[in-house]
């Protein structure tokens, strides 16, 4: 699959993975304060963005599409960083293309199944957003007010409707909205997105890792939570673990001073 992607700055690769219901754009600020230092590419997901729509929405797709990516801009190794969903790609990747990452940035997810370990609230939020954006008649809406409105009698959370409607453009044939997320695909894999790339899967990949390696938390996110610390150990014996203060799991767009602050010390660092 060819990805949707953008570029800014000239030197060593990074490339951005943004999360459920994200895209390129989201991370825009952040690539252009690092295109100082690097050459960072901000690449759409599937069913995400301006990228393909297709059936399957799975990690192993979505690391067989980064891998393409990487081989079609020719990047031998890059820097790579992950946000939610995207973290889960990245450290996908990471895993079985290890020789071809430098340094890996997991933002707020941790590599456990959110499902058996009683955090079930993670799909019925999801479940809900998304069947709240499956069951929105945009025919009779005229205006970006009138879908903030629907979404906002449909979901407890006025960040998290500001965010989904990043995604909604005009059709050029008929100017009525539409989702640039392919909504129904998402529903319907929404397990994996959930439950994939859990502490299972990494059982016959360990010990592989050989590149430095960072996770950022939100302070009040509830993505990764203390008693998890021992499973990112397990699999990273030597990650490091940072808490960006006053924060949720937007982190970087809710504290972004202190989130580039975290993030350039370790991109800085040597080895």
């Known amino acids: 699959m060819k990805l949707f992607f953008r570029e800014e700055g000239e030197g060593f690769p990074l490339v951005i993975v943004h999360g459920l219901y994200g895209s390129s754009d989201n991370w825009l600020t952040v690539g252009k304060k690092l295109s100082t230092a690097f050459k960072v590419y901000m690449i759409d997901q599937r069913n995400h ?3 393909p729509k297709d059936e399957e929405h799975s990690y192993e797709a979505m690391k067989n599409d980064l891998a393409e990516f990487f081989d079609q801009q020719k990047i ?12 889960k790609t990245a450290m996908s990747f990471a895993a079985d293309y290890p020789e071809r990452v430098e340094k890996l940035v997991v933002v707020d997810i941790t590599p456990k199944d959110y499902f058996s370990l009683n955090d079930e609230s993670q799909y019925y939020l999801h479940r809900d957003i998304l069947k709240a954006m499956l069951e929105i008649d945009f025919s009779g809406m005229q205006s970006r007010k009138e879908v903030e409105n629907y979404l906002l009698g449909r979901i407890d959370s006025h960040a998290i409707v500001q965010f989904l409607l990043k995604n ?3 059709k050029k044939e008929n100017h009525q909205f539409e989702w640039r997320l392919n909504v129904q695909v998402l529903y319907d894999n929404l397990d994996e997105v959930i439950s994939g790339v859990n502490e299972r899967w990494f059982e016959d990949r360990l010990p592989i890792f050989n590149y430095p390696v960072l996770f950022i938390k939100g302070e009040k996110s509830n993505y990764i939570q203390p008693e998890d610390y021992k ?13 960006v203060p006053d924060a949720g799991h937007w982190l970087h ?14 991109l800085m660092q040597k080895g």
Do not use: C, N, T
């Not at 031998?76 to 973290?87: C, F, T, V």
């Not at 767009?253 to 370790?266: K, W």
């Open 168 to 170: 909604i453009h005009r």
């Open 76 to 87: 031998e190794k890059a820097i790579l960083l992950g946000h939610s969903m995207g973290g």
């Open 231 to 243: 499973i990112i150990y397990r699999i990273y014996p030597d990650a490091i673990i940072k808490v």
């Open 49 to 51: 963005g301006r990228s």
């Open 253 to 266: 767009a809710e504290q972004p001073q202190l989130f580039m602050e975290v993030l350039e010390s370790f």
